[in-house]
């Protein structure tokens, strides 16, 4: 079973910036495509950013330009460097795992095999 455990998160002003991390707990790591979702306040769920096991990166507009998804396969760790963060940032930050079998097709189109259990991020002045 992959455990996903973030940390990170916390209260910032608007205009800081937080970074936030997921240990994986096994092996696998580097074969998965790996992805940030976040759930505000009465809002659903939503990609944030994503990676592949190639290093492609995909953003949602509202983050584009701000945060940066990055990961250490060495560490089994990845990464979530939010910078000029606004009110809107703030949500639960989720770390989430595609199996590592997964291919593009069902990843682009599918919710992730594996959850992290949140980091909340308020963003308040």
Do not use: H
């Not at 976040?38 to 950013?49: D, M, S």
């Not at 990961?71 to 089994?76: A, V």
């Amino acid at each position: 079973q992959v455990q996903l455990v973030e940390s990170g998160g916390g209260l910032v002003q608007p205009g800081g910036s937080l970074r936030l991390s997921c240990a994986v707990s096994e092996s696998s790591f580097s074969r998965r495509a790996m992805a940030w979702y976040r759930q505000a306040p009465g809002k659903q769920r939503e990609l944030v950013a994503r990676m592949l096991r190639d290093g492609n990166t995909k953003y949602t507009d509202s983050v584009k330009g701000r945060f940066t998804i990055a990961r250490d396969n060495l560490k089994k760790t990845l990464y979530l460097q939010m910078n000029s963060l606004s009110l809107e940032d703030t949500a639960v930050y989720y770390c989430a795992a595609w199996k590592s079998t997964a291919i593009l097709s069902v990843i682009a189109s599918s919710d992730p095999d594996y959850w992290g259990q949140g980091t909340l991020v308020t963003v308040s002045s």
